[in-house]
């Protein structure tokens, strides 16, 4: 059966209950066929056109390098936080086995916010292999968000040891895959620093907050529900969005009257949301400046707004607890909870005022 047949296969009515089982029980499934999927349909001819444009690939020596890729067509790995999650999985294995870990992500490039830290990820454009008699592309995709679900961290886990000991020269993996929690903020702070720039932004902000630990954070994840932009997701009615973003309001002066003594740092993709908090002039309140993105939706997007995305991450990160406004309509983001493994913070999620 081709892939069509398949896909027709799973489309019909026997089809769809099946897939929904193996889906759920064998964790296999999915994740194998969509990297069939992916491979056939979109990676097999990106890498073609990309070795036809490539002058030549230099070989630096080593007899196989991991890479962890984000392509501007490979928007299916998700935003931020699930990238930054995949990177330091593959990672993770690597390290177990001994074996070169390198990362390319664009269009973002991720040298402009993130610099080496105690590992040296980068590689340079012409050690990059694009022929796939020698490059082996894949995808590792994550369908259960937990965590902390250890049957799919297995499943993950074998078959990225399976992709790996493909014998090719290198091994290029778009992947949103799930890792240890325990394991997270100790691998990313090997990975990563942030680079000067980003850093002057952040000890900026930590001393009008007070310090590290001295300020709580509170994180809504809009997606379009106010208009703001097309990601996902239901929108609002016009008329109903200033009732809602009225809760919201609400939601953050309850939790301030829970830590009264502490600033509170508010994030949120809606610019709507946030100049309307803004208005009303809250002492504790402090907003930073600048527009958010998600960048499975965004490629093209500006420095300054892919910078304002890993500010409001090491941010979080630094807060006293952290919290995520959750309600039916708003998206269960993993950002807040990512950024506050990355220095062990207190993660709460509350619920959006009635």
Same mark, same amino acid.
């Given at each position: 059966m081709n892939w069509s047949g398949l896909l027709r296969f799973i489309n019909s009515g026997i089809g769809k209950p099946l897939y929904y089982i193996a889906n759920r029980i064998l964790y296999f499934t999915p994740i194998? /066929?969509?990297?069939?999927?992916f491979r056939q349909t979109l990676l097999l001819q990106m890498y073609k056109e990309r070795q036809g444009k490539q002058a030549g690939h230099k070989d630096n020596g080593e007899p196989k390098n991991v890479i962890y890729m984000?392509?501007?067509e490979t928007t299916f790995t998700g935003g931020l936080s699930d990238?930054?999650?995949?990177?330091?999985?593959?990672?993770?294995?690597?390290k177990r086995q001994g074996l070169p870990f390198r990362i390319v992500f664009e269009p973002l490039h991720l040298e402009d916010y993130l610099a080496p830290n105690e590992y040296d990820w980068r590689i340079k454009d012409d050690e990059i292999c694009w022929n796939t008699e020698k490059v082996f592309p894949c995808v590792m995709l994550t369908y259960h968000a937990s965590s902390r679900n250890r049957y799919q961290h297995w499943v993950q886990s074998t078959i990225l040891k399976y992709y790996i000991r493909k014998p090719y020269e290198q091994i290029h993996i778009y992947s949103n895959m799930i890792c240890r929690d325990r394991e997270y903020g100790v691998l990313f702070n090997e990975l990563f620093k942030p $680079?000067?720039?980003l850093q002057e932004q952040i000890d900026y902000h930590l001393e009008k907050l007070g310090g590290k630990g001295?300020?709580?954070s509170c994180t809504f994840r809009f997606r379009q529900l106010l208009g703001d932009f097309k990601e996902g997701g239901d929108t609002l009615p016009v008329d109903e969005r200033k009732p809602y973003i009225a809760r919201c309001i609400k939601t953050v002066e309850e939790l301030h009257g829970q830590y009264p003594e502490k600033k509170l740092?508010? $994030?949120?993709?809606?610019?709507t949301f946030l100049e309307e908090l803004n208005k009303k002039g809250l002492p504790y309140v402090y907003i930073m400046p600048g527009k958010v993105v998600h960048i499975g939706f965004t490629y093209d997007a500006n420095h300054s707004t892919y910078l304002k995305s890993f500010l409001d991450m090491y941010m979080i990160s630094y807060a006293d607890t952290v919290h995520l406004v959750r309600?039916? /309509?708003m998206?269960?983001?993993?950002?807040?909870?990512?950024?506050? /493994? /990355?220095?062990?913070t207190k993660y709460k999620e509350i619920k959006l005022t009635d």
């Open positions: 194998l /066929l969509n990297n069939k999927k984000t392509q501007p990238r930054l999650r995949g990177i330091v999985a593959i990672y993770a294995e690597c $680079t000067k720039e001295n300020y709580i740092l508010v $994030t949120a993709d809606s610019s309600d039916k /309509l998206y269960h983001s993993g950002f807040p909870y990512r950024a506050a /493994l /990355l220095n062990g």
